[in-house]
């Protein structure tokens, strides 16, 4: 009999990981509502505050903070590139493109990493995957396309095309380290933040958060800048990978529409077609969707 249930620990683990969606969906709201600090000084100050915290969370269980950071080289190069590259790349990109727009572009992450992991040795490269990237990149070209009064410049969205591409590629490399333990993610926060304020100090000029700023950076450090990290770590370590990566595709709509809750952003029939784009693209892509009278086939696990 083919097993359809998960296991209870593989199941709390897929639940624990499909939290950072809904996470990640606040990510472009808090940096709005952090104000114009300068990208490398935010990058620091969010990442601090998720090291403290897991730092604490580590001293309440009576765990060692030293232990998890032993940790080969390649393992640093790797978690340090990908959230330190990922998140100066993205608040580049929030602080010089609309919102929404550059929000959309850099959430094409998930379709970059099915393109990837087809390429991978054993995968191949199928029809779906292509018309999934078409999509998606239409979507993408739209929303840059229709950028007509919003202001948005040349940096806010080659950050935001930078950021799909580092985030997809530290997901896809960081498959050959799954045995890394996930409190190893604290140490990654940690030199993230000190890299990002050295970074500040010789390239920034300091402009402090102001009045309710301070919660937009506080909520990026216990959120999509903190806690995130380490339930996703869990999730697509110990749970089901294939029902994680489906339910990231629903991060792009999801970001969108708290932008427009919050204000940062206004509903609008090119928002809404690129959105549609996007997501579809995804959807096929992943191989989710399929054509008409066609089987699925059994994916290796």
């Known amino acids: 009999m083919t097993e359809t249930r998960l296991s209870a620990p593989k199941l709390r683990a897929t639940a624990i990981g499909a939290t950072t969606v809904f996470n990640w969906a606040l990510l472009a709201a808090l940096t709005q509502l952090s104000g114009p600090v ?17 730092a604490v969370w580590l001293q309440w269980r009576g765990a060692s903070l030293v232990a998890p950071l032993r940790q080969p080289f390649g393992v640093w190069v790797l978690g340090v590139g990908g959230l330190f590259g990922y998140h100066a790349l993205y608040f580049v990109a929030q602080q010089n493109a609309p919102p929404a727009n550059a929000g959309l572009i850099s959430y094409l992450w998930p379709l970059l990493i099915v393109l990837f992991v087809a390429l991978l040795p054993g995968e191949r490269l199928k029809s779906a995957h292509v018309i999934g990237a078409l999509l998606g990149f239409s979507g993408a070209a739209l929303l840059v396309g229709g950028d007509v009064n919003a202001g948005g410049g040349a940096l806010g969205y080659m950050a935001a095309l930078a950021c799909a591409f580092v985030w997809s590629g530290y997901s896809v490399l960081s498959r050959v380290i799954r045995d890394v333990p996930t409190a190893a993610v604290g140490g ?32 990026l450090g216990l959120g999509p800048v903190g806690s995130a990290f380490f339930t ?13 990566g489906f339910l990231a595709y629903f991060t792009p709509l999801l970001s969108t529409l708290v932008l427009i809750a919050t204000g940062y952003a206004v509903p609008s029939a090119l928002l809404a077609v690129a959105a549609v784009l996007i997501t579809l693209g995804m959807f096929i892509g ?7 009278g066609r089987e699925p086939h059994e994916e290796r696990a």
């Open 232 to 244: 996703w770590d869990v999730g697509v370590k110990h749970g089901d990978l294939r029902l994680l």
């Open 188 to 219: 990654f926060c940690l030199v993230t933040a000190l890299l990002a304020a050295l970074c500040h100090l010789l390239f920034e000029t300091t402009q402090w958060p102001q009045g309710v700023g301070w919660l937009g950076v506080i909520g």
């Open 286 to 292: 992943s191989g989710r969707l399929r054509w008409p």
């Open 38 to 54: 300068p990208p490398f000084l935010l990058t620091a100050l969010a990442f601090s505050i998720a090291f403290v915290c897991f």
